[in-house]
């Protein structure tokens, strides 16, 4: 099958798309789930059924136990203070820095524990003022309209990131907290003194996770997972004898402890187990009723999320344990009140106990668990399609653009029926011998089949084309106009800077601050691109002079040996000025635009990078973005929006038809109106500010022009396409479609990211006229520096590799509520903006190169399909190998999802480039 570049690189990024998605669909796991809460909403279990539920209950002994337990307790505070190791309450500085809580712990009513939690511990970036926390307290300590209060305490963290454990600013912090505790108890009991009748209250203390020897977390260490769980009430019976070492539980026990506590039915989707120490005040009849609400809980949970729920042991052993406790029960009801009946109990509060706990460990494995059969999948069919790309690089970048894919021979080859059969067979096996639910195993198996059967053709296809590289090692022949024979400084570059950035993403720092990555990679390709002006200009000068000198001379050297006195060599001196004139193609002051080019753009660069901190280790420091946001500079930042959006209309217009400029000069005006009526910017004639709207009207007013000009670059696309080859219609409408995402940028973009656009517009400009047509790069080269500068104007914006910094309120622009597609489209595009614009600039500036290069289009989309699949790969397989590094939830899978969508996108640049490509039965020559 003979296919054009662009088409092959298009169809390949479908595929790996499919490969990409299988992959993280397996990676990560789907978190353990109830019904919906209409399918699973019911009255909770009764008590178990007593042994011979088939004859007619006896009178009186029949359980009437069939409601949620009524609470423990009537008020309960918790205190969450972020980072608080377990050494820092059980250990010296609890001692020293914690006296109120160590006395409650030691001889207080208090049951303590050490609650682990599980990696990554890992919280969003918080205010940590915990003044904040206080300042409300003794208010809300005195009112009675509250049945639970918490109260999250930020500070300590803040001081383990900055100093560490050991800093001397951790003890003043922990006396701090420790006088708020006691604060808090003392009201506590004053409360349930003035009501000697009510229930007792609760006070939980609590850590969500520790720090390690270095202040930091989201580790696995005991310093990180190990925290202090205190549950203090006047319930519980005071300490006597010796402090024990306290008892390791987990966190997620927290949850369903509570629920107990509270008198509330516990989470369908907790898979915690109750704390036995917080209710063995209570009957040993409470006490089985409230394991056996947990323990129903969890394995009704385990039956919605493993489909051999029946031969887990956990649940084996809670159906053991509820017989028990029907025949406990049944003894119970009938009045026997001997030791019997006492021993029965225990065991049967033993075996809840240890149901518990398996059902629990079998869910957490559920919820941490890697689908690894989907992840192989979709990790094999991305590697194909990245071979099959590097393979088919050669014929793609030829001069020709297109070349045959050998299809039919492999197809109907041996090789690839073994194949099929071979990873079906696999498939079976892994399908039908899985513990846990599997996705590539959960869908039909024609889709499994057909998935197998691209797999193997992909192989086959991948062995056809390097066994013919080998037998014919030639390269076809190049254009000339295209490409050169040597590669040249900036091909090193390029190249150094790909593999470069593939490697680096095995480090999670590289990660964390990627987009110091890309600023030295365009810094470093405006230095490149400097020289490579200085040559143009000053090389090709000095190498048109030599050779105007060598034809004079050659002149003079015939006219002595021939002596012919007819020829006129004034007139060949004539001649040759014009030579020599002719060879300085281009005006001074073009010449010097062109190197000043670089600096330029290095210049505007900076400015980007002083507009919006990125990144991890530097994104707390105040940047100009944050300055303009600012309630104060208000007037500075309308004023920055109006030049940007005048500045915008002035470069985009000028290849504009009228409709089309008209159009984008209302929008624009439109932008600013919006931000006006959100209160981001004010009118010069405004005295006060208005009152703040959602903007509805000005930001639809606004999508009523992006639709006019997007429709009027279409509709010139199709006229070119189908109706006449006409470039120049092609050429304006991929402009058009170009200006209506530059218009609906601006109105996604908050006011101080304005300037962004405006400079991508400008260095998009300046490269075009100074950079890339005077010196003829070719498409690889000039796709390639699009794809790097797209890549750096998406940190430009503000974007890391978090998802913290998705701006999410760009999903609700002219929306009155949500609505899924339009959200998902504008936050997406909002997003993505940068590498976008680039993308479809590149298409825009490839259409006008066509009638130089009539491969260009070909070419630059196969590069740019080659260049994002690269890092996608690596990253892949760099992912797969470091699935239980400390930071793989917190630094590793965000950048996954980054490139994933980064995948899809591209995959539609290219299918929009190959659509454009209107050289479609051009026949090109070597």
């Keep these: 099958m003979r296919l054009r570049s662009g088409v092959f690189a298009a169809g390949c990024l479908l595929v790996q798309a499919l490969g990409v998605g299988l992959f993280l669909r397996g990676f990560f796991p789907v978190p353990v789930r109830s019904l919906p809460w209409r399918e699973a909403r019911g009255v909770p279990p009764a008590e178990p059924p007593q042994p011979g539920a088939g004859t007619p209950p006896i009178p009186g002994v029949t359980s009437n136990w069939t409601k949620i337990p009524s609470p423990l307790f009537k008020k309960v505070v918790i205190v969450l203070i972020d980072a608080l190791r377990d050494d820092f309450v059980f250990g010296s500085k609890g001692k020293q820095f914690m006296p109120y809580t160590t006395e409650l712990v030691e001889k207080g009513t208090c049951h303590s524990f050490i609650a682990e939690a599980k990696p990554p511990t890992v919280t969003m970036p918080r205010i940590k003022v915990d003044e904040n926390v206080t300042r409300h307290l003794d208010g809300v300590l005195k009112r009675e309209d509250w049945d639970i209060l918490i109260l999250h305490y930020l500070g300590l963290d803040h001081i383990g990131h900055l100093t560490g454990p050991n800093s001397p600013l951790v003890g003043p912090k922990l006396y701090e907290m420790d006088n708020i505790l006691k604060k808090i108890h ?67 026990d927290l949850a369903a402890t509570l ?15 109750i704390i036995l120490s917080v209710i063995e005040g209570k009957t040993m009849r409470e006490q089985l009723r409230f394991l056996h609400l947990n323990g129903f809980q969890l394995s009704r949970l385990l039956q919605e999320n493993m489909p051999t729920y029946e031969k887990d042991p956990g649940f084996e052993h809670f159906k053991i344990a509820e017989k028990s406790h029907g025949n406990w029960i049944k003894l119970y009801l009938e009045g026997n009140n001997s030791e019997v009946l006492l021993n029965l109990g225990k065991k049967v509060l033993k075996q809840y106990l240890e149901a518990l706990k398996i059902l629990s460990s079998s869910l957490s494995k559920q919820v941490a668990q890697y689908d690894m059969y989907s992840m192989t999948v979709g990790t094999v069919i991305v590697l194909e399609v990245l071979l099959l790309l590097l393979l088919s690089m050669s014929k793609a970048l030829s001069s020709r653009a297109e070349f045959e894919v050998p299809l039919s021979p492999p197809l109907f080859s041996l090789l690839f029926y073994l194949m099929c059969l071979m990873l ?65 400084e900036l091909d090193v570059l390029i190249l150094a800077g790909t593999v470069g950035y593939a490697v680096s993403l095995g480090a999670s720092s590289f990660i964390e601050e990627e987009h110091q990555t890309w600023y030295f990679l365009i810094n470093t390709l405006c230095l490149a691109l400097c ?3 200085c040559r143009h200009y000053f090389l090709v000068k000095e190498c048109d002079l030599q050779l105007s000198t060598a034809v004079k001379q050659n002149f003079e050297d015939i006219e002595e040996t021939t002596q012919c006195r007819k020829v006129d060599i004034p007139s060949c001196d004539s001649k040759l000025g014009k030579v020599t004139s002719s060879s300085e193609f281009l005006k001074g ?12 753009i290095l210049i505007c660069c900076r400015l980007l990078r002083s507009l919006n901190q990125t990144g991890v280790q530097w994104a707390h420091r105040p940047d100009f973005g944050h300055w303009l946001t600012s309630s104060e500079h208000k007037a500075v930042l309308s004023l920055l929006a109006a030049v940007s959006l005048v500045m915008l209309f002035i470069l985009v217009q000028r290849r504009c038809s009228l409709v089309s400029k008209i159009a984008m000069a209302l929008g624009l005006l439109g932008v600013y109106s919006y931000r006006v009526a959100i209160g981001n910017v004010v009118f010069p004639w405004q005295q006060d500010s208005k009152d703040i709207s959602k903007g509805i009207i000005e930001a639809r007013f606004v999508y009523v022009f992006v639709l006019g000009i997007i429709f009027t670059g279409t509709k010139d696309l199709l006229k070119s396409q189908v109706i006449s080859a006409d470039c120049k219609t092609k050429s304006i409408g991929l402009w058009e479609v170009y200006s209506g995402l530059v218009l609906l940028a601006a109105l996604l973009f908050r006011p101080h990211n304005l300037p962004v656009l405006v400079f991508c517009l400008l260095i998009q400009m300046i490269m075009t006229r100074c950079i890339w047509k005077p010196l003829k790069f070719d498409a690889a080269q000039i796709t390639i520096m699009h794809y790097w500068f797209g890549q750096a104007f998406f940190y430009f914006q503000g974007n890391s590799n978090s998802i913290a910094t998705v701006d999410i309120s760009a999903g609700f622009v002219g929306l009155d509520n949500y609505v899924e ?3 998902i489209f504008l936050t997406g595009f ?19 190169e066509v009638s130089r290069n009539s491969a260009a289009m070909g070419h630059g989309c196969f590069c740019y399909a080659l260049i994002c699949s690269v890092p996608v790969t690596v990253y892949i397989i760099l992912v797969t190998g470091l699935r239980y590094h400390l930071f793989i939830w917190s630094v590793f899978s965000p950048k996954l999802l980054y490139e994933g969508m980064r995948v899809f996108i591209t995959a539609a640049v290219c299918m929009f480039f190959t659509a454009m490509d209107q050289n479609r039965s051009q026949k090109i020559h070597d």
């Design 186 to 252: 003392t009201s506590l009991l004053s409360k349930l003194q003035e009501r000697e009748s009510s229930l007792p209250n609760l006070l939980i203390v609590c850590g969500d996770h520790g720090m390690s020897e270095t202040g930091s977390h989201g580790g696995s260490s005991e310093e990180e997972v190990h925290t202090p769980l205190l549950f203090i009430s006047s319930a519980f019976e005071k300490r006597n004898g010796p402090l024990k070492q306290p008892e390791l539980v987990q966190q997620t």
């Design 259 to 273: 629920a107990i506590g509270l008198g509330l039915p516990i989470s369908r989707n907790s898979v915690g187990n």
């Design 424 to 488: 079906c067979a696999v498939h079976v096996i892994v399908c039908t011998s899985a513990e846990s639910l599997c996705y590539f195993c959960s869908i039909s198996w024609l889709t499994a089949v057909g998935v197998m059967m691209l797999i193997s053709a992909l192989m086959c296809v991948i062995l056809s084309a390097f066994g013919k590289m080998i037998e014919n090692p030639k390269l076809p022949a190049k254009n000339p106009a295209v490409s050169s024979s040597s590669w040249s």
């Design 531 to 533: 020289q490579e002006i």
């Design 589 to 600: 002051s073009e010449k010097w635009m062109g190197l000043a080019s670089p600096l330029i």
């Design 821 to 823: 597609i339009p959200a």
């Design 830 to 848: 909002a997003t993505y903006a940068g590498p976008l614009l680039w993308a479809i600039h590149l298409l825009c500036y490839l259409s006008s």
